[in-house]
């Protein structure tokens, strides 16, 4: 009998019909109910009139829960809570920063900082804050419908999403299988504000980390969503005006300025646009590479681009990019270094801090970009970091445990100063 059943299951179609024949018959198991518990993203569907009838609150400083982005003007540091709102810290010290209040924007993701005006995102709309003092801060603007990817054309209404924990009652037949499985998304680092380096139209502006969304330069400001980059003019501070939207295709993720030229990352590329007539952007190259998440910094003859695998990341590479910019018509490929998983980055002088998610913090001295692997500085694997800004007074670190300052004037060596930790840490 053996020898005759062998024939059978070595030819593949009686090998499926005796499978299928196994399942339907009748066997011995036992049904177990069970209760699992998982995390999902769902989605909330709002009336903007009801959001914009609600007052934007002024809260008294609080703790971290979740930050988001972080952005520096002066003497003080701006922490985003996703969704949430704006914290707002006294830097003056940064070996002891003073929690000094929280701006309830519903909605928001971004943020930058125009001569004592704050431009922050509430869903479709573009808010104006007068921030000259504050500890007495003042809505004085409302931008209506620039952000309107936001909308779901279906229902007309704003659609966001919000992390929750579900339950769900499931029976299974013991032995035969295991529950199904689930997604979990990761945190969005796909949204901030970078200022820029240089001024414009005698205003003076703030500065971002490498995840920015936003960005100003020469009296504009600059936003980018997944497809699209908006042009707004704030040479009256505290009166934007949406000019234009400039399709830019699929997958953009962040924005970085430099002198007039504007480094847009994207999941298979970085787009270079000449921002000299900065109402009118204009491309002038895109420089392609695998499908990852891409933020970029750049100096007068690189941009040194990190590309992250991940679920948002098209499961891409891990590696940090160094791309020749001298023809910014032909940008170049001149080396790739593997990385564990890098998220942000920063530039000072020669040296390269990168943000390596839940893997820690390094940073290199990139004068010799062809040797960049020879001349890491430090690794230091307790600081889980998504993203850095390299500040007038301290380098500052952001990353799923809270936000730390270090002084970097000895650039081998950073040197703590402060640790602002999170109510609930999350994972990178």
């Not at 952000?147 to 919000?162: D, E, Q, W």
């Not at 929750?164 to 997604?183: A, C, H, K, N, Y």
Request: charged share 20%; proline share 6%; net charge negative.
């Amino acid at each position: 009998m053996k020898k005759n059943l062998l024939p059978l299951f070595s030819r593949p179609l009686n090998l499926v019909l005796a499978l299928m024949l196994f399942l339907v018959l009748p066997s011995c198991h036992d049904d177990v109910k069970s209760t699992y518990m998982y995390k999902a993203t769902i989605p909330v569907f709002l009336e903007m009139s009801d959001v914009r009838a609600a007052d934007i609150i002024i809260e008294p400083g609080k703790e971290l829960e979740n930050p988001g982005k972080i952005y520096i003007y002066g003497d003080f540091l701006f922490i985003n809570e996703p969704k949430k709102g704006i914290h707002i810290l006294d830097n003056t010290n940064p070996s002891a920063p003073v929690n000094i209040n929280f701006i309830n924007i519903p909605g928001n993701v971004d943020l930058a900082v125009n001569s004592d005006i704050l431009y922050a995102d509430n869903y479709v709309d573009l808010l104006a804050f007068d921030i000259t003092n504050p500890r007495d801060i003042k809505k004085v603007n409302r931008v209506e419908d620039v952000f309107m990817h936001m909308y779901s054309h279906a229902t007309g209404k704003i659609i966001t999403y919000k992390d929750t924990v579900l339950t769900q009652d499931s029976e299974i037949m013991w032995g035969w299988g295991r529950p199904g499985g689930f997604w979990m998304l990761e945190s969005s680092s796909d949204a901030s504000f970078s200022g820029n380096r240089g001024g414009g139209q005698s205003q003076s502006y703030g500065q971002g980390g490498s995840m920015a969304r936003f960005t100003l330069m020469s009296g504009h400001l600059y936003a980018v969503d997944e497809y699209s980059l908006r042009v707004f003019d704030v040479l009256k501070e505290d009166e934007p005006k949406h000019l234009k939207n400039i399709d830019l295709g699929w997958g953009i993720e962040t924005i970085f300025p430099f002198k007039d030229k504007l480094f847009i990352g994207s999941n298979t590329g970085m787009h270079i646009y000449d921002a000299s007539t900065p109402a009118d952007p204009k491309v002038m190259s895109v420089y392609q590479h695998i499908t990852a998440c891409d933020p970029v910094v750049v100096n007068d003859e690189h941009a040194f681009v990190t590309l992250r695998s991940g679920m948002f990341c098209r499961m891409g590479v891990d590696e940090l990019q160094i791309v020749d910019i001298t023809n910014l018509y032909e940008p170049k490929l001149v080396k790739a270094y593997p990385m564990l998983n890098p998220h942000g980055l920063a530039l000072s002088g020669d040296y390269l801090y990168v943000a390596e998610g839940e893997h820690g913090l390094k940073s290199f001295n990139v004068a010799d970009v062809l040797n960049i692997d020879k001349n890491q500085l430090e690794f230091l694997k307790s600081m889980k970091s998504v993203d850095i800004i390299p500040g007038p007074k301290s380098l500052i670190v952001i990353g799923p445990d809270g936000v730390c300052q270090f002084d970097y004037s000895t650039p081998s060596v950073l040197k703590p100063l402060s640790c602002i930790q999170v109510k609930n840490p999350v994972v990178v």
